[in-house]
């Protein structure tokens, strides 16, 4: 039953203020459904702030703050988009080795839109086929990728996509990459 797909795992998102809401939102409310924990993980407490494209959005609630999140206690991780979240994430020492934790441990990891960005800064696309939003594909193919304009792609557990628009075929394909656990 699709609604038990995911019971017993657990999933940080790993967010901090300027993600795209859309996309942090309706792959945490997926994953749910499909009977995973998850977490929103971030720097700081409290809240972040989401974002409508330039348009400031809903506010969401930090499950965990990062200096408490360990890999260890998880089984995938989701790295939603938006252009400011993942280029301040990728400032952030303690989220990039977070992130590379999943990807050096074969754990199942979806990037959506810009969020490949921190994949790059983790040293986790060096021979992965990957989709990204458009302005990515350089970043991507520097650090080694294959990028590819597609709506999702997936390669050993990494699943990506494009845009707020590809959610329904990444939300499947994480799902069903997340069921798999390691790889």
């Not at 990957?130 to 557990?157: F, H, K, R, Y």
Request: contains cysteine.
């Amino acid at each position: 039953m699709a609604e038990e797909r995911l019971q017993g795992c657990r999933v940080a998102v790993l967010a901090t203020d300027g993600f795209e809401q859309v996309e942090l939102e309706q792959p945490v409310a997926a994953l749910r459904r499909a009977g995973a924990e998850v977490e929103v993980v971030a720097p700081h407490g409290g809240q972040i702030q989401g974002f409508n494209h330039h348009d400031k959005g809903r506010m969401v609630p930090v499950d965990r703050e990062l200096a408490e999140a360990r890999p260890d206690q998880y089984d995938a991780i989701v790295l939603p988009g938006g252009v400011i979240n993942p280029d301040e994430l990728r400032l952030e020492p303690r989220a990039i080795d977070f992130i590379r934790s999943f990807a050096d441990e074969g754990k199942p990891i979806a990037a959506i839109c810009h969020g490949p960005w921190t994949l790059i800064n983790a040293e986790a696309v060096e021979g992965k086929r990957m989709t990204s939003w458009p302005s990515l594909q350089i970043d991507l193919e520097n650090a080694g990728a294959e990028w590819v304009d597609e709506q999702v792609v997936v390669d050993q557990g990494l699943v990506t996509s494009r845009k707020p628009d590809d959610l329904p075929a990444f939300c499947d394909k994480m799902i069903e990459e997340f069921a798999e656990r390691r790889h």
